[in-house]
């Protein structure tokens, strides 16, 4: 793991990360796209779920793909090539044909790529710079940047895989200006997060480094009997971040790391997304022929779009 590098003007760049699928993460990560680009922000959205890509299959049609993805730079730019690739690697999304300003998005993959598993038993390895190695990690940082460089987006979203994974923790720690953790309040979500928590407490600077540009989002969050879950799932991630990442503080003193339990201002206060039933494997293309009101979209997914203004915002 490595603490966060971004260059001086880079956009925000918001990752969408679970423990696990199923979760609404790329879902969310659509709509928020949406959002930003309708209110007039360029948005470029990039698939780093390279072993479950999916981003494009939910905003592209396979003839909108772009000739090359992800994938491709990383085992073009192992022999220098990446440049090439870079130009040929981006496409547009057809539902910026009904918002301000477009939705741009880098894939995993290019279009009718028949070799993709061959390229992705590649696309880990370090490769050689200048007679040393540069790891999967330092290239994932440079591609983001090169891509950034070239699109000048206002804004970043990038699809991380989910899971306790390498890439995981390139995107979370490496390349976040605001990571969105998503949780639904099973024990899954909460023994996951707690392995992932415990790995950064063991590396204090990488748990002060990230700590401040965590946000957890209680997904798919129910309709019935919401005052008792909200309290649950809130009194659990209170757990899990003071138990791992705040500051001890004794009664009387401050601490920037240190929070309340009804600190809506802190990364263990949730942001919410209600659970729908018209939202659930839906096309986000459907959006653009007005099928889902103003209001149906902002009963879902207002309360997170609120949030994640405020982490944009935070970062300009």
């Given amino acids: 793991l490595i603490p966060k590098e971004k260059s001086a003007g880079a956009p925000p760049r918001l990752v969408f990360f679970g423990i696990k699928g199923g979760v609404g993460r790329s879902t969310a990560?659509?709509?928020?796209?949406?959002?930003?680009?309708?209110?007039?922000?360029?948005?470029?959205?990039?698939?780093?779920?390279?072993?479950?890509?999916?981003?494009?299959?939910?905003?592209?049609?396979?003839?909108?793909?772009?000739?090359?993805?992800?994938?491709?730079?990383?085992?073009?730019?192992?022999?220098?090539?990446?440049?090439?690739?870079?130009?040929?690697?981006?496409?547009?999304?057809?539902?910026?044909?009904s918002t301000q300003n477009e939705i741009r998005i880098a894939?995993?993959?290019?279009?009718g790529d028949l070799f993709y598993l061959d390229k992705l038993s590649r696309a880990y390895a370090d490769v050689a710079v200048e007679n040393y190695p540069e790891s999967f990690t330092r290239r994932i940082h440079r591609l983001v940047q090169k891509l950034e460089d070239r699109e000048k987006p206002d804004v970043v979203l990038i699809d991380?895989?989910?899971?306790?994974?390498?890439?995981?923790?390139?995107?979370?720690v490496g390349l976040a200006s605001t990571t969105f953790l998503f949780a639904t309040d099973t024990e899954q979500s909460w023994q996951?997060?707690?392995?992932?928590?415990?790995?950064?407490?063991?590396?204090?600077?990488?748990?002060?480094?990230?700590?401040?540009?965590?946000?957890?989002?209680?997904?798919?969050?129910?309709?019935?009997?919401?005052?008792?879950?909200?309290?649950?799932?809130?009194?659990?991630?209170?757990?899990?971040?003071?138990?791992?990442?705040y500051d001890e503080v004794p009664p009387g003193e401050t601490s920037e790391a240190g929070f309340d339990l009804e600190d809506e201002s802190a990364p263990h206060y949730p942001f919410r997304i209600n659970w729908n039933n018209r939202f659930q494997e839906f096309s986000p293309l459907l959006l653009s022929q007005g099928l889902f009101t103003d209001a149906e979209i902002e009963a879902s997914f207002g309360n997170f779009f609120a949030g994640a203004l405020r982490c944009i915002e935070g970062d300009t």
């Fill in 107 to 111: 894939a995993a993959m290019g279009q």
């Fill in 160 to 172: 991380s895989r989910a899971g306790l994974h390498d890439l995981a923790a390139v995107s979370i």
């Fill in 192 to 245: 996951g997060y707690k392995l992932l928590f415990s790995h950064w407490q063991s590396h204090p600077e990488i748990a002060v480094d990230v700590r401040g540009r965590l946000a957890i989002v209680q997904a798919l969050f129910p309709e019935s009997d919401q005052s008792k879950r909200a309290r649950s799932f809130l009194e659990k991630s209170y757990c899990l971040f003071s138990e791992a990442l």
């Fill in 29 to 97: 990560l659509t709509m928020l796209a949406y959002k930003l680009a309708n209110s007039g922000k360029k948005v470029l959205l990039m698939d780093l779920d390279l072993e479950s890509p999916g981003l494009s299959g939910l905003l592209l049609p396979q003839d909108r793909l772009a000739d090359f993805g992800v994938v491709d730079w990383l085992i073009e730019d192992a022999v220098g090539q990446g440049d090439g690739v870079l130009r040929r690697m981006i496409s547009v999304s057809p539902l910026s044909e």
